[in-house]
């Protein structure tokens, strides 16, 4: 190739939060996993911890704030509208899931800490699932305009001229 060095674009994939001030860019992924621990349903606010461990990760757009949860562990966070974004140990860092612009890249494969699993968990994928929703509940659902940063990437945010894609 005449001494030229030939690069190969790398696959990158993206994320951040729900307001766009921090995004991130990984080019590799590891094991996807669901954590029970007390910490990560504090951290999102929900029954687990959905992590996938980044390598060559960046953060492409602002900085996430920190938490330092633990004497062995801190947590990254977007400090303008709250979204979990990260969890960073002395073995290395793991995105949430959830951040990323297409979350099932990283669907989990294994499930930790489970002597902090809710004893309904297993429960979940049983419960009735509603598939009509009343009038009302359409017509509000109708007339949500959605302020959160799409899932790819953009120059700027928010954008110019109210429009959010």
């Known amino acids: 190739m005449g001494g030229q060095a030939v690069t190969t674009p790398v696959h990158a994939y993206t994320g951040g939060c729900q307001c766009g001030a921090v995004r991130f860019s990984v080019t590799r992924l590891g094991r ?40 062995a562990a801190r947590r990254a966070f977007c400090g303008d509208c709250g979204t979990p974004l990260a ?5 290395g860092l793991e995105l949430a899931i959830g951040a990323f612009d297409d979350p099932t ?19 979940l994928t049983a419960l009735p699932e509603r598939t009509d929703a009343p009038d009302e509940w359409r017509d509000f659902l109708a007339g949500i305009h959605s302020n959160q940063h799409p899932d790819h990437d953009t120059d700027d945010w928010p954008p110019r001229g109210g429009s959010n894609g």
């Not at 669901?34 to 959905?50: D, N, S, T, V």
């Not at 890249?105 to 699993?117: G, S």
Request: charged share 15%.
């Open 105 to 123: 890249v990283a669907a989990p494969v294994i499930q930790v800490n489970l002597t902090d699993r809710l004893p309904f968990f297993h429960d």
């Open 87 to 91: 969890y960073e140990t002395r073995f």
């Open 32 to 71: 996807p996993s669901i954590c029970h621990c007390r910490m990560c349903q504090k951290a999102f606010g929900g029954f687990f911890g959905p992590l996938v461990t980044a390598h060559n990760a960046r953060w492409t757009r602002g900085e996430p704030k920190w938490f330092q949860s633990s004497n």
